[in-house]
């Protein structure tokens, strides 16, 4: 007859709400939607972008129009999700709606979704094992399905009555504390958290995207004039303040943009492969083991700047690198090129990020049970096959943590710039030629407006990039 | 010799009696095979242990630089020919960076700094911790969720607002007070939602039981807190403060902008470090000497911290997978 036992999903939160807001029961059209909603809004941008010079009257009519729909859609799915879980949302509107929204809202819960997987692999550590099924929000709960007609197995005749579900599936729950169930102890408890979340976390997000679309905000009075898309064209470089006192719009696409890149492009993936080379090496070895782990760790437990300055010493044109090597470059100095300097920078941020990764690696490595290695010892399997088929793909969700988390962390890369270079590049303010993005925020934040915009745009690329890898790599990582 | 033999076409009929097995190596005595394979594995341990040891001098070689450059003269850390170890050691340099360093100054203010910082936190993050894990009451999941998806914004964007917050609420700017800078410093980072999520994680592992019995006992959430809960995560409590401490010793964006343009005695330890030149007055140049016995004292707290407590923090940070 009934299926007795409610199957328990393991579906992320959300994925169900987008699909059912879209009334399209698979994955992949709930994806192209979203795409399709983004390109939507993407337009929508990019044609007020270009319509900057002439028409701003018409931009700045708009541009709060534009930001209220996409708050209040993002509103409305925001109260859909939290209220209405477990509900079929019938409206199409509803859907059509929430397109606008899900560029914003659908990129932060991929990655809230994203997060509560990908940090499972830090757990591996016997002792604490992560309670991953404690968190009842993460499961969905499948109504159980009835067949109308006679049901052979228990010998009676099925009628289906209604198809309303139970609002609540019957539970036993043994001793019930009534008074706990509404507990305004709760709040009391949390009452310290959520005031300074709300002021030093969530109200900074809105008011720092709001901050992106006003123009020239004085931080001391918090007054502005008017909202405008001009900040972004500003940092992008295609448009210029009307008072030029410097070139800084130039120094966004000039630098911080392709130096943020190059930076994440080349020191992600050497990085990442050193510290698995290095902990398949410390897995493997017997004497002083513990010891090297120590030796391998200490970069971590070391003050960014000052070890930039001990960079910035060894990389002098006297250092002692140029006399090892028997050269004479100019690696930081202010005669350096640009591309030579991007050579002790990328040295400083592999040597100083690689502890941590070993570390999740070798953790990563212990927890791998020895059966596979007997197996392909047995099967006398080469070292390298041993290395690329069990090794690899037993580690992937390692692999996967880590490589979001140093995305993430070489796209906000600063104190290593300050350490070694005491300033934004090697040629000092007027032309900073290592600056990164986020140097660039720092460097105008007395201009709230045009850091504000800097800022967003960071935000915008960390959370695309990341919803891609997350997307890019869910096939990738083995069980 | 090798002959290959189809054993499922031969399953059937009579085997022929004369069938050889053949290994590559069948030339070598079992003896010699097994020396073969001790040899190969040693040299392969050697070579591991050679490059895991050369990468082991490339990783610790800038702290052996460090301590070697404030050791020696200026004239000879500019010389052409590097000495690996000082030729005259310059116990001196540590005794003028003492001088004209204010490192007793910024210490303090990063020790104040540290313990009302982690403090705070420690309190606000058990609190919340505990409601999220083991009370129950309307809205939980809502609120724990609006909490997680905190954690996938960067912090550069709330840099901006936060610095105008706290201007707004006159910790920053002309007449600012050690108090004020201190403020400013600490309150923004009294909470960390990563903190939380960490800990609830813990506290929802103790069983229900010891909850249940508690209240049968007549004790109450409050006490049932500090006299069960706390104990028991007491392991992760340590590494949140000692990532926290490690944090607030590192931290060197926020306190630049907050203190920038009042007092320098009002700087923490990184930014009085990269703050202070020890430029050579007379030619213009560097003193490197000086500058990494500056480096040298501030690197020597952490280290002495990772030595007595690196269980803690290596576990922590494999847990945490954060950097303060």
């Known amino acids: ?479 | 010799m090798k002959k290959y033999i189809d054993f499922h076409a031969v399953k059937d009929q009579t085997a022929p009696s004369n069938i050889v097995l053949s290994l590559d190596e069948s030339d070598k005595s079992a003896e010699a095979i097994r020396t073969g394979d001790k040899v190969s594995r040693i040299i392969i341990t050697i070579l591991t242990y050679i490059f895991i040891l050369a990468l082991a001098v490339v990783i610790v070689f800038p702290f052996y630089w460090m301590i070697i450059t404030s050791l020696k003269q200026n004239e000879e850390i500019q010389a052409s020919t590097q000495t690996f170890f000082p030729n005259i050691v310059m116990w001196s340099n540590y005794v003028h960076v003492l001088q004209v360093f204010k490192f007793g100054i910024y210490m303090r203010n990063t020790i104040v700094v540290a313990i009302i910082s982690t403090a705070g936190t420690l309190i606000t993050t058990i609190l919340a911790a505990f409601a999220f894990g083991k009370m129950r009451f309307k809205g939980k999941e809502a609120v724990f969720l609006i909490f997680l998806m905190t954690m996938m914004i960067p912090g550069e964007m709330m840099v901006i607002t936060n610095y105008i917050t706290v201007a707004s609420f006159g910790w920053i700017g002309s007449g600012q007070t050690i108090y004020d800078a201190y403020a400013a410093m600490i309150v923004p980072f009294w909470t960390s939602v990563f903190y939380i999520y960490l800990l609830r994680q813990n506290i929802k592992q103790i069983p229900n039981e010891l909850y249940l019995a508690a209240k049968v006992d007549g004790k109450s959430d409050w006490s049932f807190l500090w006299k069960v809960i706390v104990p028991l995560v007491s392991p992760t409590l340590i590494s949140i403060v000692i990532l926290k401490f490690m944090g607030t010793w590192n931290s060197y964006v926020w306190p630049q902008l907050v203190t920038a343009g009042s007092d320098s005695n009002f700087q923490l330890i990184s930014n009085g470090l990269r703050g202070s030149g020890f430029v050579d007055p007379d030619s213009g140049n560097v003193e490197y000497g000086y500058q990494m016995a500056a480096t040298v004292l501030v690197t020597v707290p952490l280290f002495l911290l990772f030595i007595f407590f690196r269980k803690y923090i290596m576990k922590g940070v494999g847990r945490a997978g954060i950097k303060g």
């Open chain 1, 1 to 479: 007859m009934e299926k007795t036992e409610n199957q328990k999903t393991l579906r992320p939160p959300f994925s169900f709400l987008l699909r059912d807001l879209l009334k399209c029961e698979d994955k992949k059209k709930a994806c192209i939607y979203t795409i399709l909603g983004m390109v939507i809004v993407l337009l929508i941008g990019g044609g007020l972008l270009s319509l900057r010079d002439d028409l701003d009257r018409i931009v700045n009519i708009l541009a709060p129009l534009f930001m209220g729909l996409v708050t209040i859609t993002g509103l409305v799915n925001l109260a859909v999700l939290l209220f209405v879980r477990s509900k079929r949302w019938p409206s199409l509107l509803m859907g059509f709606l929430s397109l606008l929204s899900l560029n914003i809202t659908g990129g932060i819960y991929t990655l809230a979704i994203g997060k509560s997987e990908i940090i499972r692999p830090a757990y591996t550590d016997r002792e604490v094992p992560m309670d991953m099924s404690a968190s009842t929000s993460l499961f969905v709960e499948e109504r159980p399905t009835y067949q109308e007609g006679y049901d052979k197995e228990n010998n009676v005749v099925v009628r289906v009555v209604s198809k309303k579900a139970k609002t609540k599936p019957y539970q036993v729950r043994g001793i019930e504390d009534v008074s706990a169930k509404n507990n305004w102890k709760g709040w009391l408890y949390l009452a310290p958290v959520i005031i300074l979340v709300s002021v030093f976390l969530i109200y900074p997000l809105v008011s720092t995207i709001f901050i992106s679309f006003t123009s020239s905000y004085n931080y001391q009075t918090g007054s502005f004039d008017g909202l405008t898309f001009r900040n972004f064209t500003f940092i992008l470089g295609l448009t210029t303040k009307s008072p030029i006192n410097d070139a800084r719009e130039v120094f966004f696409t000039k630098y911080a943009i392709p130096n943020t890149f190059i930076l994440v492009i080349v020191t992600v993936p050497i990085s990442t492969m050193l510290a698995l080379i290095i902990a398949v090496a410390l897995n493997s070895i017997k004497w002083f083991q513990k010891a090297l782990q120590t030796i391998f760790f200490l970069p971590y437990v070391t003050n960014g700047i000052a070890v930039g300055m001990v960079f910035s010493v060894m990389f002098d044109q006297s250092g002692v690198i140029n006399y090892i090597f028997g050269t004479n470059i100019a690696w930081i100095s202010a005669t350096a090129q640009r591309a030579t300097a991007f050579i002790p920078l990328v040295i400083y941020i592999v040597w100083n990020s690689i502890p941590f990764k070993i570390l999740i690696f070798l953790s990563g490595l212990q927890g791998i049970d020895k059966q596979y290695y007997h197996a392909a010892q047995i099967d006398s399997a080469p070292r390298h096959k041993v290395l690329w088929r069990i090794t690899v793909p037993l580690l992937s969700p390692q692999i996967l943590y880590i490589l979001i988390t140093s995305f993430i962390g070489a796209f906000k890369e600063y104190t290593s710039i300050v350490g070694l270079f005491n300033g934004p590049g090697t040629a000092g303010k007027s032309d900073p030629n290592m600056e990164t993005i986020v140097y660039y925020i720092y460097d105008n934040i007395s201009e709230p407006s045009i850091a504000s915009a800097a800022a967003v745009f960071l935000f915008v690329i960390i959370l695309a990039f990341t919803a891609l890898q997350f997307a890019a790599s869910k096939k990738r990582v083995h069980y």
